[in-house]
């Protein structure tokens, strides 16, 4: 029923930016909190950061001062502006979303399929 899509990854140099958007598809759900977690090869999947509904962020201390999460309610999407981007900040990056599907009794989680950021020195 529900589908998380990323988009906008790629290919850019240190000092670059990317702006990463996911798309939430389907029908008769609402969304709590969204937002980016990022895996490297052989690296545990880390938290990136993470926006409720009210636009209340959360941020990897990695990122803070580079990185900005964003939503749009309407188009049921987030996004992720990444700034001053360096080589560590390498990584495929998963949206992740807590959705209330409607006549269920409580959220769930989903995950986007992965979106690659490639960052060369």
């Known amino acids: 029923q529900v589908q998380l899509v990323e988009s906008g990854g790629g290919l850019v140099q240190a000092g670059g930016s990317l702006r990463l958007s996911c798309a939430a598809s389907?029908?008769?759900?609402?969304?709590?909190?969204m937002g980016w977690y990022r895996q490297a090869p052989g690296k545990q999947r880390e938290l990136v950061a993470t926006i409720t509904k009210v636009d209340s962020t959360n941020y990897a201390n990695s990122v803070k001062g580079r990185f900005t999460v964003s939503r749009d309610n309407a188009k049921r999407t987030v996004y992720l502006q990444m700034n001053s981007l360096k080589p560590e900040d390498t990584a495929v990056y998963y949206c992740?979303?807590?959705?209330?599907?409607?006549?269920?009794?409580?959220?769930?989680?989903?995950w986007g399929q992965g979106t690659q950021v490639t960052v060369s020195s």
């Open positions: 389907g029908s008769m759900f609402s969304i709590n909190t």
């Open positions: 992740n979303a807590d959705i209330h599907a409607y006549l269920t009794s409580g959220p769930r989680n989903y």
